[in-house]
């Protein structure tokens, strides 16, 4: 008996021993594993963090192929990683492809983070609004702004961050009001959490500028991009290409409020900076290009400025890809050039409206307020070239556009409204004329300061309206008030 006992002992001794043994060669082989997976990935994204991008790719890639049966964290870590770094490429398909497969294993594990899933989130929102697929983004970025609302003073950067896209977001739908919004919140948690002197604050403090100027409220504006601007200076020295984008908007802002010696100032000091700028992390060298342009634009120099931005649609280009949609933006900046002013074959225009109009339909859609505004510069351009069956029919799709997309007193709405007014004017439609002049003069009226040039150009339309039907009382009330208009800019431009 005692024998027997003695040998079920040794049994269970060898299992446990046995079992033992298993289980630590086991674990040794997952550390190995680990190891195998966790060098390789962390050089990855070493590169990432140094900007060789095609490098991360490239290994993640191959770790991915050499890897049998990778677990699910390693996976998501490498789909987040090739997310990232497509997304910095501006290969936004291919970062939303890779972002979404990443949160989908993020929601499927427990064990997940709330501050890696916001992050993910985050970073799907950004891939989503470059696409010009507005809704989707701003479910995402919610989303996500529910996970740092919940602990803003741990997430101090990303609570700030959330809140600007969304801001970004609705402004690029011209939803003034909730843009304001947002983009308040972002400077108020921004300040509060980083400091008013942080770049992100700065940046928050400027694209609420930047709406108050798209608003007209000019005044407004200056306050934001002075602010701004001490905060940029504070935080990243006077000569960052920040600190002269920003002093370009404060002289743009000055001309629009008469003060052209003062705007003078800040478009010299911005130029000495562009002169010198190289690219950065917060200024790409196309976007270094396009200031350069700009500001020859604005000096009468047009040859200079129109081979700048053909220089900068090439920065733009190789770097983001022929579709991304700043360069439809700047193909629009060199088609306007071409159109307004003389010097330049007004057809060189029209294939550049054309590629620009292509690529907003693709990236925000057909029936896309940014597709709508270039569909309004082609109506202009064929009123310039006299063909004003093309031009009224071009200003009606616009507006048919805006008028879905848009706020009836949307000042887009005003622009193409004003191009279709003139057009009809042109084709003896006096009637229908008047009625798309007024509209348009009512809208500036509301909508921009009681001195503002567009309403200058509304005003002197209308009245060339009323003398074409007979009616000069009427036109001389309009004209008076142009002239007297004109006046106060002129005497605020000599102080």
């Known amino acids: ?65 050499q890897t049998a049966n990778p677990n699910p964290s390693q996976m998501t870590n490498a789909l987040m990683l090739l997310g990232v770094v497509t997304l910095r490429q501006n290969r936004n398909v291919e970062a939303e492809t890779y972002l979404r497969k990443a949160i989908a294993l993020r929601r499927q594990d427990p064990r997940t983070q709330e501050i890696d899933m916001a992050t993910s989130l985050s970073r799907l929102g950004e891939a989503l609004r470059d696409q010009g697929k507005y809704a989707e983004a701003k479910q995402t970025f919610l989303e996500a702004l529910g996970i740092y609302q919940k602990n803003p003073d741990i997430y101090r950067k990303h609570f700030g961050e959330c809140l600007l896209n969304l801001g970004i977001i609705a402004d690029d739908e011209h939803k003034w009001d909730e843009s304001e919004r947002y983009l308040m919140e972002s400077v108020n948690a921004s300040e509060k959490y980083l400091g008013p002197n942080d770049p992100d604050t700065a940046m928050a403090v400027f694209r609420l500028a930047d709406l108050r100027f798209d608003e007209g409220k000019y005044a407004e504006a200056e306050a934001g991009y002075r602010r701004a601007l001490s905060s940029q200076e504070a935080a ?73 931005y053909q220089e900068a649609i090439s920065a733009y280009e190789k770097q983001f890809g022929p579709n991304y949609p700043f360069v439809a933006d700047l193909l629009q900046c060199l088609a306007n050039l071409y159109r307004d002013e003389v010097g330049f074959p007004l057809t060189s225009a029209e294939p550049l409206f054309e590629r620009a109009l292509s690529i907003k339909q693709q990236v925000f859609g057909p029936d896309s307020p940014q597709s709508a505004m270039t569909l309004s510069n082609l109506s202009l351009l064929y009123f310039y070239e006299r063909r004003l069956s093309d031009a009224k029919s071009f200003a009606e799709r616009a507006l048919a556009i805006q008028e879905k997309t848009l706020a009836d007193d949307d000042l887009d709405v005003a622009v193409t409204l004003n191009r279709l007014g003139i057009t009809e004017r042109d084709l003896g439609n006096l009637p229908e004329a008047e009625s798309a002049l007024k509209r348009a003069l009512e809208i500036r009226e509301k909508k921009l300061s009681p001195n503002h040039p567009f309403l200058i150009i509304s005003l002197e339309n209308l009245a060339s309206v009323y003398i074409a039907q007979g009616h000069p009382d009427e036109a001389r009330s309009l004209l008076e008030r142009s002239a007297l208009i004109q006046s106060k800019n002129k005497s605020a431009s000599a102080l």
């Open 236 to 308: 990243l020295g006077s000569e960052s290409a920040d600190v002269g984008e920003t002093l370009e908007a404060l002289a743009s802002t000055c001309r629009k409020l008469g003060r052209l010696s003062e705007a003078d100032g800040f478009s010299a000091r911005a130029r000495i900076i562009f002169a010198k700028a190289s690219p950065s992390e917060t200024m790409s060298e196309g976007a270094i290009l396009f200031e350069r342009a700009q500001d020859l634009d604005r000096k009468g120099r047009y040859r200079e400025a129109a081979s700048l």
């Open 1 to 65: 008996m005692r024998v027997r006992i003695l040998l079920i002992l040794a049994t269970i001794l060898l299992g446990v021993f046995g079992y033992s043994s298993w289980k630590s060669a086991a674990e040794k082989a997952a550390v190995e594993r680990e190891a195998k997976w966790s060098q390789p990935f962390n050089a990855a994204y070493t590169a990432y963090e140094q900007k060789r991008d095609a490098d991360a790719e490239s290994m993640v890639n191959a770790l991915l192929s």
